[in-house]
């Protein structure tokens, strides 16, 4: 991994001549990703965000930390006892120069000695399970790591819009898996990751992942084609 992502976030914090990150995916266009948008504040998160933040409570783990923008306001604003943990080292470092107390840089899946109240995965949080393949492992992992009264916030979008549609109104979609599992591809400053695979699931997908894990879900909120879940123990 070359921490194409950690790099941006590094440059843009330090103003090292940070630019925009782009992205592509195996069904989308190379779009752009302003790297200040991952420095938003609450105010400036989407209504998913804000109320998954809303609903966190006692210890929580942020996966998929990114810049800690989430676990910077439940730390400072709301005095909460914050773990933030993302695989991009830089971003890491980041978050600790930001003030973040604890960061971790670490796989989510080699993560252990510890459980939480409260588990965030934003910004399409389901995008790290990668596949319908691999879910249960996931699910299994965060199921070890979540307390029996806790909580599992999650968003994801069903990205069923973004396929063409025929005369009579049915969705074309491409033979040979589920049509959420994509390759997701990151650029920036002329270099280009590997691709990596990245979920996006309906809901329904989720919710039977969910109980086949061990988990209750509740869709929180809704918000056009995207959502926020909570998995709780059964």
């Not at 810049?67 to 993302?86: C, F, I, K, P």
């Not at 389901?126 to 029996?148: A, P």
């Amino acid at each position: 991994m070359k921490d194409l992502m950690g790099r941006a976030i590094w440059d843009y914090f330090h103003n090292e001549n940070p630019e925009d990150l782009q992205t592509e995916t195996s069904i989308s266009e190379l779009d752009e990703l302003p790297v200040e948008y991952l420095f938003r504040d609450f105010e400036e998160m989407n209504e998913i965000e804000q109320k998954a933040l809303e609903l966190s409570q006692g210890k929580i783990l942020d996966i998929g930390a990114g810049a800690g923008s989430h676990a910077l306001y439940l730390q400072n604003e709301r005095n909460l006892e914050v773990l933030a943990l993302d695989v991009s080292p830089k971003s890491v470092e980041v978050c600790t120069l930001r003030g973040i107390k604890n960061a971790v840089c670490e796989n989510m899946l080699d993560f252990s000695g510890q459980t939480f109240d409260t588990i965030l995965l934003l910004m399409n949080g389901t995008g790290i399970f990668e596949s319908l393949l691999t879910i249960d492992k996931y699910l299994q992992k965060l199921h070890s790591l979540v307390n029996e009264n806790g909580q599992i916030l999650i968003d994801s979008t069903d990205i069923l819009y973004m396929f063409d549609r025929d005369d009579d109104g049915g969705v074309l979609i491409p033979a040979g898996g589920y049509y959420g599992e994509l390759d997701y591809i990151v650029h920036y400053k002329g270099e280009s990751e590997e691709p990596i695979k990245w979920l996006y699931l309906d809901f329904n997908t989720l919710q039977n992942a969910a109980g086949n894990n061990g988990f209750h879900i509740e869709k929180v909120m809704q918000d056009e084609d995207a959502y926020l879940a909570k998995l709780t123990k059964k």
